[in-house]
């Protein structure tokens, strides 16, 4: 065998074993059969000592073997629990027909054992790794390091992968241009609210509604913990920029009064019908928002989305009747009338809006307002600008969210 390959991981990475020719000899592959069997005896009958310095011989004579003979040694290994390590960490980076044995199935390797072989072996390697029964999260940071959507997609349909915050992340991110990674994300046990409803502005109709059906639930706990705090936050004058927000998440009411006394239009309703008739207009679409209990930036994003999924939970938060939500898609013009049986767009967000509750539409309204715009100061402005997704312990999970999806936005 060559020596280990210190190489950057690629697709050369692995270890060839077959630069030199090896030797026809049938008392070689007797006598490699022989240490196998040493090897495999209980360790009743055998000390760990004697197993090690059998594997130690092993190792030499596998050098140079064909593979066939280290195919065959890699079988007879794999379910051994106390299996020689060297000869393991030898094969796992051996040709992948070797190494597939051990990589999938042996128990003997240690986390740190497959974090080192998953930074010098090659992605099919990997992606083989990545199909063990039980994998930690820090040998999946390991295997999900380079980003090869084989492995991650490997990785996200493993049920028996623990994954950490840290990649979680990260695949979220890569996510926007790697469709296939949404929806198995989003079924993740991992996968927490702001995950799932940050990638629900680039997953399909279906995967939108598993979202939704997820994530978007009540807040009675919130509103019966935190609900005897809006008096005294009123009475300081809502000074405290964080607290607004958070209370703003908690509200009862989705819309707002204050708004809609100041508007021109008579009430959300009105708005919505001059918007029927006129076309959607930057000016209504902000009176929208703001009588919605959100911010124009939320609004714009919502408003703008083509299929319109995230239309229906705007309709819904506030109360509004079913038909609003019709006269909203012809005053985004993309249905022509009032008239008729609606289109397969608009019949997709009418099932929408008839399967979430209203409490639930404000749950997913709201986060999407905090998330949205909570943290647009001026350094994350420049980060979405800049098209960099700013670090979440110094800018929090909402100048994440509002980078990824803005930023995608401007694309």
């Not at 010098?120 to 380079?146: G, Q």
């Amino acid at each position: 065998m060559a020596q280990a390959n210190t190489k950057p991981a690629g697709d050369d990475a692995a270890l060839d074993l077959t630069t030199i020719a090896p030797p026809e000899s049938s008392v070689r592959r007797a006598l490699v059969k022989r240490l196998a069997d040493v090897i495999c005896i209980p360790a009743s009958q055998l000390t760990p000592q004697e197993r090690h310095m059998a594997g130690d011989v092993l190792v030499e004579l596998l050098r140079d073997a064909d593979k066939p003979m280290r195919v065959s040694v890699a079988k007879r290994l794999v379910m051994l629990n106390e299996a020689p390590r060297t000869i393991l960490l030898i094969l796992a980076r051996d040709d992948i027909e070797v190494a597939k044995y051990i990589l999938e199935e042996s128990r003997s390797l240690t986390d740190s054992d497959l974090i080192f072989i998953a930074k010098s072996v090659t992605t099919a390697h990997r992606k083989t790794m990545a199909m063990r029964r039980n994998i930690s999260d820090s040998v999946v940071d390991a295997l999900a390091e380079y980003l090869e959507e084989e492995v991650v997609v490997t990785l996200l349909r493993n049920k028996g992968a623990s994954f950490s915050e840290k990649t979680i992340q990260r695949i979220l991110t890569v996510s926007r241009n790697t469709p296939d990674y949404v929806p198995l994300l989003a079924k993740r046990d991992e996968a927490r609210p702001s995950h799932g409803l940050t990638m629900f502005w680039w997953a399909d109709h279906a995967t939108r509604k598993a979202i939704l059906t997820r994530f978007a639930v009540t807040r009675n706990v919130l509103q019966e913990s935190c609900g005897d705090l809006f008096a005294p936050a009123a009475a300081e004058g809502w000074q405290d920029a964080a607290v607004r927000k958070a209370m703003q998440f908690i509200d009862r009411r989705q819309r707002n009064r204050v708004a809609a006394d100041r508007s021109k239009y008579e009430n959300l309703e009105a708005a919505i019908e001059a918007a029927e008739v006129i076309g959607l207009t930057r000016e209504i679409a902000e009176e929208i928002s703001y009588m919605a209990g959100i911010k124009p930036a939320t609004g714009a994003q919502i408003m703008t989305d083509k299929t319109g999924e995230g239309l229906a939970i705007l309709c819904k938060a506030p109360g509004l009747d079913r038909e609003y939500l019709r006269k909203f898609w012809v005053a985004l013009r993309r249905e022509p009338g009032p008239v008729g049986e609606p289109s397969e767009a608009l019949q997709n967000i009418i099932n929408v809006y008839d399967s979430t509750s209203t409490d639930k539409a404000q749950t997913v309204l709201r986060y999407w307002n905090w998330s949205l715009t909570s943290s647009l100061n001026v350094d994350v402005l420049q980060h979405i600008k800049n098209g960099v997704i700013p670090n979440q312990d110094e800018f929090g999970a909402a100048a994440v969210t509002a980078a990824l999806v803005f930023g995608r936005r401007q694309r």
